[in-house]
């Protein structure tokens, strides 16, 4: 009999999460089948070609059929109707997951198009800025994290079959309540993709600084935002429509701060500006000791590759 | 007779950029004597070490004698402090040049400090998050653009040797005037460092989320702005107080339209959202197709090294 968690996993949505997903199914667990389904024609069609499952369903209800695991990787708005689009060839017995940015409201939305199934969400804390089926590959979650996060009745055997799955594609492990995984990410990731498509946007509306001339000398510290702010627009707005308290709460907090550097920017209050300036260093050497980022300088981006 | 535009350059301050002046002279103006000064002992002793010159000189009036180019490499704010040190060794026909990150002040500075010399500012758009003397590297110019701020009374031909110089080291030019240059890198590199620098104070002093959790899920966008918040405080400082007017402008540009998104969020106005974050991805195509950034996911990160 087969170690794997699971015997048949389906996945819906088959964008950058879920294509990885499925190629990491394929390359990392061999017993397990993997079962694709995506709303849009068009990426059915492109996931059989890039073979991003063993199948490719053509309806939501065939892709559910024999699954004992099945994994949502839709924009968090749209796992409602994901989820009921599913419901008929569902297994009481199945479990149900999913990867969205945002838990506490993809937890209630799931529970009221599913009750009376087993649903744990969880959230692989990886990605990249593209999107779509050609975008996903196999190791897209290797040394990332993955927060699952059970509600209080889960069972406690398929909280850890999850584990397991995540782990075989290469994640790390925590589990949190979905309130506090939606204030953490507020901070590592909705705020930072906020912040950054705003100032992309403002860079590109200017009268006296060309949109030519922001591209041009962007080097300056300008494209580290772009890449973050081209991130699929659909997914994004959705993540900061059901994740709003807790980014308004962070944002707040983020305006303060911006308003004190400000104010000492004003002044020419130039040891306010130091000792912050100081104090943000420290958190860059955790991230790589912790091998959350390449530790090359600038990312180690191929301008300058062969710097010896 | 040789073709380089300069017999001998000095270089003063010999952090990132002075640096990888050093290395890049040597690679790539093999005609060029290049002579190195810091005012920090320690510095010189490293830079020595390094190879950062062909002669490291120990005292600024030494730095500077001979040499036709002499291009000043240390935080803005410490300009006219450097321009008045080597004063005495500075012969009447040497060209002098900086790589400060804002002009108009800068050029006054050094107008004020060397009287009667000729004076051509410059900035090359160039860098990594490292600091000191061995942070720099030969090609960290290649590709990437050096603006010249000529003032309006400069030699055309002392213009024409500068620009030959740094397209020597492998940068592109532009030249523009020192208030246009200071609006331009206000949007592409000082507001950018600043949004930063802020972002990443807040996520290490909130309560609800630990500075361990920021570090461990920084994956999720967060890390992008941890590299340019470890940029050296110093010169980082002095870019805020030399270029205040510029940058206070742009954040109130950026702030204005981090109002309007947050107002989208409060009121659940997702067409808004969807609309801004569509507009944002045209200007990373134009960074990348400009050849201003790496065109692979996430910076091309080792993480994702054999995705195939």
Known sequence: ???????????????????????????????????????DPEVRTAARALNLAHRIADTAQDAATGSDLVIFCVP??????????????????????????????????????????????????????????????????????CIVTPPADADP???????????ALGAR?????ADHHDKVLAVTSHLPHLIAYTIVGTASDLEQVTQSEVIKYSAGGFRDFTRIAASDPTMWRDVFLTNRDAVL??????????????????KGDG??????????RAIRRGIIEMGQDDARPDFGRSDHQGQG
């Open 1 to 39: 009999m087969s170690d794997a968690p699971f015997k048949q996993v389906t996945i819906v949505g088959l964008g950058l999460l879920g294509g990885s997903i499925g190629h990491a199914v394929q390359a990392f667990l061999p017993d397990t089948t993997v079962v694709g389904y995506d709303a």
């Open 76 to 145: 968090v708005g749209a796992m409602a109707a994901a989820a009921r689009a599913i419901a008929p060839g569902l297994s009481k017995d199945a479990l149900v997951s999913d990867v969205g940015s945002s838990k506490a409201t993809v937890a209630a939305a799931l529970a009221e198009a599913l009750p009376g199934h087993h649903i744990i969400p969880a959230h692989p804390v990886a990605g990249t800025e593209r999107s779509g089926p050609d975008a996903g590959f196999a190791t897209l979650f290797r040394n990332r994290w």
């Open 157 to 167: 055997a398929l909280v850890q079959r999850l584990v397991a799955f995540w782990e």
């Open 173 to 177: 492990i925590d589990t949190m309540d």
């Open 249 to 266: 709460e962070m944002l707040q907090r983020f305006t303060e701060d911006l308003t004190e550097l400000q104010k000492a920017i004003r």
């Open 271 to 280: 040891e306010t500006l130091f000792d912050h300036f100081t104090h943000t």
